[in-house]
């Protein structure tokens, strides 16, 4: 009984090992192409431009040609924690620029309202706009309350806004974007700023979950768009940070939604990114120095719980890796579908992590029972062993790619907990990827996507100052 047992785990762990590597070693050479497509651009840049031109900065940016008025979007859904604090930071940080924030709620959230309006009252730069439908509906059902709440102050005031940008309720927004925004508006139709994760508190668990973020972004917005742009493909917009021209967005309003924006899907801001470029229009990803020595970004708070990681990663990889093969099809050149096929890989790649795992505790196990009765050694073969040595050298790349990413932002401390944090980051995408299949496999019998948002925490300006 014992003999078929173990028999019967060394079968399966063949097999598990086999589909693991697989995965794993295309997943690095995707990655592989990915680090050596940044690097060489990387360099070329520093000695055929940057060795000739100082690099530009807010500092010498000049002015715009056609000034503008930019739309800031906020969709709101249960945000009295933090709403009130993000706008008064926002109103001190952009000053006299030139702007106008549309806040959207819902009128089952009293709370929201009430914060909100201790800030919005008597402020001219701020609007109100209350969601028909109670709350929640979707992010992007709350993003066409806010359009026909400015399409309607365009109306009123017989002025088009240049252009819309896009922020959460917990965003610490810079001082300069502004300004940013206005200028590269006159040349793209899409722009995306770096989004920066905040480095996270309480226990040293907490604080992983939270800074696995911060290494996923340092590397996402300091390798990934600038290559895409490089590549040519379509930059998608992370949500935050992120302007639209007007004109350009206008034309993917839909009646039936009343407005650019899907209702239906989870994932609008990453969608709307892709449909501006599949029309002609140009994005742009800028990394951009502020004069002072700091990044022009936007940064925040991510979850810091397992639960609401998950949740969060979820969501992405229902809208993204799942929903996207049908929502968006596969449209461009060979560099769009890399990068379509990289967007869409997140559940494949957590199965193939998941996979990984298992063989490994499955070889322990397999060991454990060979101290009880003889089982015969397990078997590996030379292309197995070749697999093998080539994902421990693609993952020893990988890590050190990755720490120098985050260090890179955050510091060497950081940097280096950036190669531990990849197996918590690892334990929540494969969590994800389990909840993003049910999810998505309850929409496709009809039950609606709904906004399973996250909590918010916005902080202490003067005590982080």
């Known amino acids: 009984m014992g003999d078929a047992v173990a028999a019967g785990l060394q079968a399966i762990h063949s097999e598990l090992l086999l589909f693991a590597m697989v995965g794993l070693w295309i997943g690095g050479i995707d990655d592989l192409l990915m680090d050596l497509l940044f690097l060489a651009r990387k360099y070329w840049r520093d000695l055929a431009i940057y060795a000739r031109h100082p690099r530009m900065t807010t500092a010498t940016l000049p002015a715009s040609i056609e000034p503008g008025t930019i739309a800031v979007f906020i969709p709101a859904w249960r945000e009295a924690d933090v709403i009130a604090p993000m706008l008064r930071h926002a109103l001190s940080q952009w000053q006299d620029a030139r702007y106008r924030i549309f806040v959207g709620v819902y009128p089952n959230d009293p709370d929201t309202i009430t914060a909100l309006a201790s800030v919005a009252e008597g402020e001219p730069r701020i609007v109100v706009a209350v969601n028909p439908r109670p709350g929640p509906t979707t992010k992007a059902d709350c993003l066409n309350t806010l359009w026909r709440a400015m399409a309607a102050c365009e109306a009123r005031e017989g002025v088009a806004f240049k252009a819309v940008l896009l922020h959460d309720a917990e ?194 196990a397999i060991l454990l029972i060979g101290l009880l009765i003889p089982v015969p050694p397990l078997h590996v073969s030379p292309f197995m062993e070749g697999l093998l040595t080539a994902n421990v050298m693609l993952m020893t790349w990988r890590m050190v790619m990755r720490a120098l990413f985050t260090g890179r932002v955050y510091g060497w401390r950081q940097g280096l907990g950036a190669i531990p944090r990849t197996v918590i980051a690892n334990y929540i995408a494969i969590l994800a990827a389990r909840r993003a299949i049910f999810l998505y496999g309850r929409s496709l019998f009809g039950k609606p996507l709904r906004w399973d948002k996250t909590s918010h925490r916005f902080p202490d300006i003067q005590a982080d100052a």
């Open 171 to 364: 965003d610490v927004v810079h001082a300069d974007e502004i300004r940013l925004f206005d200028f590269m508006i006159d040349r793209f139709a899409l722009v995306q700023l770096p989004v920066l994760p905040l480095p996270g508190r309480g226990g040293w668990f907490n604080r992983a979950i939270a800074d696995h973020y911060c290494d996923e972004f340092a590397e996402s917005h300091g390798r990934l768009l600038t290559v895409r742009e490089a590549l040519g493909a379509s930059i998608p917009s992370a949500g935050v940070a992120c302007a639209f021209e007007r004109g350009i967005l206008g034309q993917l309003v839909d009646a039936r939604h009343g407005g650019p924006f899907d209702p239906s899907s989870l994932t609008e801001d990453y969608e709307v990114g892709l449909r501006i470029s599949d029309m002609g229009g140009r994005g742009v990803f800028v990394r951009m120095g502020d004069g002072r020595g700091g990044l022009v970004a936007t940064r925040e708070f991510f979850p810091d719980t397992l639960h609401e990681a998950v949740r969060q990663k979820a969501r992405w990889m229902v809208g993204i890796s799942l929903a996207g093969w049908d929502r968006l099809g596969w449209r461009g050149g060979p560099a769009e579908w890399w990068m379509r096929i990289r967007d869409r890989r997140a559940t494949v790649a957590a199965l193939v992590l998941c996979a990984a795992y298992l063989s490994f505790i499955l070889w322990g």
